[in-house]
């Protein structure tokens, strides 16, 4: 946990929404927790400068296709400086009327947030495909991982 909570509840929520707008197939919502000038690099590598640049792009990816959804696990957050925070986590996604990962699709995302008034923003987001080249034991242990959290536990019942 970092030092700070409530710097670290609320950088959470900034990967929350932007997953939750995702989910929810709003462009708007996706850009919504950046900076005016924040990146999204996207899981191709595509780059994305600024907010309307970021939801004119999530637009028509939101739009091409069916969208899946996503599964993802925050593993950390830590704070090189008061108002500086990096978000780590992975990622997976489940296809439209599926009820499981696409391995292939699992991703390591980094997301680095600023505090600028009292707000924080996103600044840069990053989505790393998470392919393990040549050691399939990691891709499947990752999985499994994300697996877990598509399982019901009894707190859910």
């Known amino acids: 946990m970092a030092a700070d909570p409530a710097a670290d509840r609320a950088v959470r929520e900034l990967y929350r929404a932007l997953l939750e707008g995702w989910d929810a197939g709003d462009a708007q919502a996706v850009a919504a927790p950046f ?8 899981f191709d590598g595509s780059r994305y400068c600024g907010r309307e640049q970021i939801a004119a792009a999530m637009a028509d990816a939101l739009a091409a296709q ?3 959804t996503f599964v993802a696990k925050v593993r950390g957050v830590r704070l090189p400086g008061p108002d500086t925070a990096v978000l780590q986590a992975v990622a997976g996604l489940v296809p439209p009327g599926g009820s ?30 998470a392919r393990f080249q040549g050691r399939p034991e990691l891709r499947e242990g990752l999985s499994e991982e994300l697996r877990e959290l598509l399982r019901p536990s009894y707190d859910d019942q």
């Open 35 to 42: 900076a005016g000038d924040g990146e999204l690099i996207g």
């Open 66 to 68: 069916p969208r899946p």
């Open 100 to 129: 499981d990962l696409v391995p292939e699709r699992n991703a390591r995302h980094t997301l680095v947030a600023v505090r600028s008034g009292g707000d924080w923003r996103i600044v840069l987001f990053q989505q790393t495909p």
